[in-house]
């Protein structure tokens, strides 16, 4: 561990930022630290000095904030504070050619990416004209906000779908049915059309039922 070589190479400060790997991210006293090794570190054959660093965030409180622990083996940034050996912070994370990037870098640059080791993906899209943002998974389920054509999609990996438009039409498309279950169901317009036929218990009109094919009675159809 750091300290041991510290005992044994001295207390020599170490200023700016050092590359390092991730060996852990349990940490033993719950304090959210992570483990790392210095590979550049060490006294002659020996490249595996570990040390607990303290992982920066953009946010961090008490029983909340923004966690997002990196992967062991992963190559992170560290600092340590006033020098000190025995005080390291992982200020951040960097590729370094062994991985790649989620997406390939472009002169645009309209592209923003959050994405997972399950490959779930947060997309920005900032292109000019065609900006939106994506939500997605890797079985095909997806949310998709597109300021261009002024829609807000959800979209099922079987090819349920229900959209948003600008014109304030709300459609859902199932593949096979769309069940709706409540104590109550209450639905309000001035018309209301059906294509194919209605199935119920019970119809009960307080106003008016009219039909050319309809006649007052038990059994009819209307």
């Not at 570190?41 to 303290?54: E, I, K, M, P």
């Not at 946010?59 to 390291?88: H, M």
């Not at 906000?145 to 199932?174: C, N, P, R, W, Y």
Request: charged content about 20%.
């Amino acid at each position: 561990m750091i300290n041991d070589f510290i005992q044994d190479g001295g207390q020599q400060t170490y200023y700016g930022v050092y590359p390092a790997i991730v060996t852990d991210i349990v940490d033993p006293d719950k304090l959210g630290r992570i483990e790392v090794k210095f590979p550049w570190l060490g006294n002659a054959g020996d490249s595996d000095v570990r040390a607990w660093a303290t992982l920066l965030s953009p946010y961090a409180d008490n029983d909340q904030g923004f966690q997002t622990l990196p992967e062991t083996e992963s190559q992170v940034v560290v600092a340590f504070e006033a020098g000190n050996l025995r005080r390291p912070y992982i200020v951040g994370a960097c590729w370094n050619g062994a991985e790649a990037l989620p997406e390939e870098a472009d002169a645009a640059n309209n592209i923003r990416v959050i994405k997972t080791r399950a490959k779930s993906i947060l997309e920005f899209d900032d292109t000019e004209g065609a900006e939106k943002v994506t939500l997605k998974m890797a079985s095909g389920h997806k949310l998709v906000m597109d300021d261009s054509s002024q829609t807000v999609t959800l979209s099922h990996s079987a090819g349920h779908v229900i959209t948003f438009t600008a014109a304030g039409v709300v459609e859902i498309k199932g593949n096979a049915s769309v069940d709706i279950q409540a104590p109550t169901l209450n639905v309000k317009a001035p018309v209301a059309n059906f294509d194919g036929i209605i199935n119920c218990t019970t119809l009960a009109a307080t106003a008016l039922v009219t039909s050319p094919t309809y006649t007052p009675g038990v059994g009819n159809l209307l």
